[in-house]
C-alpha cells in the first residue's frame, strides 16, 4: 500500500494549514531508507509522530475496483510510484495550486526534506538525486556546515540595502576575484558586483558591455549584442533577449533591439557578425538548456580576436558550466588566457540553494561603470555573501576538483556501455566534468519518468537529452547507484537491447 495509506479519515483539506506539513518535515528523522524498499515498508518506518502530522492530508483511500487492480499492481512493483490522485500529496497540490501561477508544469512528488545527495517527498520515498536542483547544490542537500553559517548568520545581520558597507559584500567581491586568478580564470580579473540570481548577473554583465560600448563610441551606434542559437541566459528581458529560443520569446515580444544570433561552433560566420556596432557578445562555454552543448576551443578563441579587433565585450555565461562542474573553477580555465573573456557571470551553485548571483569583470569593464550605473537592493547582503564566500572556499578545494574528473569517468564507462547496448537510442554523449548529456534518439520523457518512480531524479534538455548535474560532492557507489536504477529504467521502456 502507499506510504501513507493509514486509517485515519480526513477532515477537509481547505480547512487545515500546510504549515502542518513544514512542522513534518522538521520532525522527521535523519535517517536514510533503502531506495529500493517497498512503500509499505517506508510507511512502517515513519515515527508515529510524524504520522500524526501528516495525516490529517490524507483523503479517504479509494477503493480498489476491478478497473484500477492493473494501476495497483503496478504501483505495488515500484519503489517509489508518483502519488495518485487520493494522496497526501495530490491533496497538497489541489489546494495550493489555485494561489500559484501557471509558470512550470512539475511532476507529482513534493519534496520536503534533503540531505547529501538524497530527497525524500511527503509520503517519506527517498530519491536519489542526479539534478542538484538544476546544477545547483553542488554541495549536497542540506549541507551541516551551511545551516549553521546560516543560523549564526540571521541571529547577526540579515540585510542593510547598498546604501552601506558591510564585511561580507566585499569579502565575496574579493574572492571571487582572487580565485578566479589563482585557478586559470579570467587573468585580468579585478572586480566583481554582487547580485541575486544568474539573470540578474547576465542583466549586469549586458549592460556594462552596453556602457562600455559608450565610452568608446558616444554616439551609441555601438550597442550591439551577439548571442547564439542553443543558449538560454535567463527570463529577464535582456537577458531573454538573449536567449533565441521561440518558446520563451514569443509570449514576450517583441524583445529589446540589439540583439543577433549566431551558430555555435560556426566559424566563418563570425566575421559576418561581429563589427564595429558590438558593443559584446555573450556565450555559454557549455550550453546546458540547449543540450550539453561545448563551444569549440578554436570557436571561442576567434570570438576573442574579434572582440579584440572590434574593442568588444567578450561575456562567458558560466552560471551553469562554472564553479568546478568541469574539474576547473570556470569550463574557460580549460582554455589559454588568449581565450579568456572580459566579464564572467555565475550564480546556481555559489549559493547552493540560497539566492545569490555574481558579475565578474576585468579593469576596462570596472572602469566604465561609474556611481549610479547600477545597482540592487538585495544583491550582496550579508547573509548571502558569506554563504557565498563559505561555498567558493570550498568549491575550489583541489581534491572536490579532482573529484570530478574521476566520477566523470564513471559516467562515460556506463553511457558506453549502452551505445552498444542500444545503438539505436543511445546515440552520443556530451560534456565534460559533472554536466553531461546523453543524447537519444527519442523523446527521454517516459525513461525520465520511470527513473523517478524507482527512485532516481534526472532531467532533460536540448532535443533529445538526458542531463545529468549531480551534486559535485556524490560518491562513486551514489554514482553507481543512480546508473544502476537508471539501466533499470531505460530496459523498462526501451527493452532488454543487445
Known amino acids: 500500500m502507499r506510504a501513507f495509506a493509514m486509517a485515519f479519515v480526513a477532515p477537509s483539506i481547505s480547512s487545515l494549514s500546510a504549515r502542518r506539513l513544514i512542522v513534518a518535515s522538521i520532525k522527521c528523522p535523519r535517517k536514510r531508507y533503502s531506495t529500493r524498499a517497498t512503500s509499505a515498508a517506508t510507511a512502517s518506518s515513519l515515527p508515529e509522530e510524524l504520522k500524526q502530522d501528516i495525516a490529517v492530508f490524507v483523503p479517504p483511500r479509494r477503493h480498489i475496483s476491478i478497473e484500477n487492480a492493473d494501476f495497483q499492481k503496478r504501483e505495488w512493483s515500484l519503489p517509489s510510484p508518483d502519488p495518485a490522485a487520493d494522496s497526501a500529496t495530490a491533496a497538497l497540490i489541489s489546494e495550493q495550486a489555485p494561489y500559484m501561477v501557471k509558470t512550470y508544469v512539475r511532476p507529482m512528488p513534493m519534496f520536503v526534506r534533503g540531505e547529501g545527495c538524497y530527497m525524500w517527498d511527503v509520503e517519506n520515498r527517498k530519491y536519489l538525486d542526479f539534478t542538484a536542483g538544476i546544477a545547483v547544490t553542488a554541495l549536497g542537500h542540506s549541507d551541516p556546515e551551511l545551516a549553521r553559517l546560516i543560523a549564526h548568520q540571521t541571529k547577526t545581520l540579515l540585510h542593510t540595502s547598498n546604501l552601506y558597507h558591510n564585511p561580507w559584500t566585499g569579502a565575496l567581491s574579493r574572492l571571487l576575484v582572487s580565485k578566479t586568478l589563482a585557478h586559470d580564470g579570467m587573468h585580468d580579473a579585478a572586480a566583481s558586483f554582487i547580485c541575486n540570481s544568474g539573470s540578474e548577473a547576465n542583466e549586469a554583465a549586458l549592460k556594462f558591455a552596453r556602457k562600455y560600448g559608450k565610452t568608446i563610441d558616444s554616439s551609441g551606434a555601438k550597442n550591439k549584442i551577439l548571442s547564439f542559437h542553443g543558449s538560454f541566459h535567463g527570463r529577464t528581458m535582456g537577458s531573454l533577449s538573449a536567449t533565441p529560443n521561440p518558446k520563451y520569446q514569443i509570449p514576450f515580444s517583441p524583445m529589446i533591439p540589439g540583439f543577433h544570433y549566431g551558430t555555435l561552433n560556426d566559424i566563418a560566420s563570425l566575421d559576418s557578425l561581429i563589427d564595429s556596432e558590438?558593443?559584446?557578445?555573450?556565450?555559454?562555454?557549455?550550453?546546458?538548456?540547449?543540450?550539453?552543448?561545448?563551444?569549440?576551443?578554436?570557436?571561442?578563441?576567434?570570438?576573442?580576436?574579434?572582440?579584440?579587433?572590434?574593442?568588444?565585450?567578450?561575456?562567458?555565461?558560466?552560471?551553469?558550466?562554472?564553479?568546478?562542474?568541469?574539474?576547473?573553477?570556470?569550463?574557460?580555465?580549460?582554455?589559454?588566457?588568449?581565450?579568456?573573456?572580459?566579464?564572467?557571470?555565475?550564480?546556481?551553485?555559489?549559493?547552493?540553494?540560497?539566492?545569490?548571483?555574481?558579475?565578474?569583470?576585468?579593469?576596462?569593464?570596472?572602469?566604465?561603470?561609474?556611481?549610479?550605473?547600477?545597482?540592487?537592493?538585495?544583491?550582496?547582503?550579508?547573509?548571502?555573501?558569506?554563504?557565498?564566500?563559505?561555498?567558493?572556499?570550498?568549491?575550489?578545494?583541489p581534491v572536490l576538483m579532482e573529484g570530478v574528473t574521476k566520477k566523470n569517468a564513471w559516467f562515460r564507462a556506463k553511457f558506453e556501455e549502452w551505445m552498444k547496448r542500444w545503438p539505436d537510442v543511445v546515440t552520443e554523449f556530451r560534456g565534460k566534468g559533472l554536466i553531461l548529456g546523453l543524447q537519444l534518439s527519442q523523446d527521454p520523457v517516459s525513461v525520465v519518468t520511470a527513473a523517478r518512480e524507482r527512485g532516481l531524479l534526472v532531467i532533460t534538455c536540448g532535443t533529445n537529452t538526458l542531463r545529468f548535474v549531480p551534486p559535485l560532492v556524490i560518491t562513486e557507489g551514489e554514482i553507481r547507484e543512480g546508473l544502476a536504477i537508471l539501466e533499470d529504467s531505460m530496459i523498462s521502456v526501451l527493452g532488454q537491447g543487445r
Open 278 to 397: 558590438t558593443a559584446g557578445i555573450i556565450i555559454e562555454p557549455i550550453q546546458a538548456e540547449g543540450g550539453i552543448n561545448i563551444a569549440s576551443p578554436e570557436f571561442l578563441a576567434r570570438i576573442r580576436e574579434l572582440c579584440n579587433q572590434h574593442d568588444a565585450v567578450l561575456i562567458y555565461d558560466e552560471i551553469q558550466c562554472g564553479l568546478s562542474r568541469t574539474g576547473k573553477l570556470w569550463a574557460h580555465s580549460h582554455l589559454p588566457a588568449s581565450s579568456h573573456p572580459d566579464i564572467i557571470s555565475t550564480a546556481k551553485a555559489l549559493g547552493n540553494g540560497f539566492p545569490i548571483g555574481a558579475t565578474i569583470v576585468n579593469k576596462r569593464v570596472a572602469d566604465a561603470i561609474v556611481t549610479g550605473d547600477h545597482g540592487t537592493t538585495f544583491g550582496g547582503n550579508p547573509l548571502a555573501c558569506r554563504v557565498g564566500h563559505a561555498i567558493l572556499e570550498r568549491l575550489t578545494n
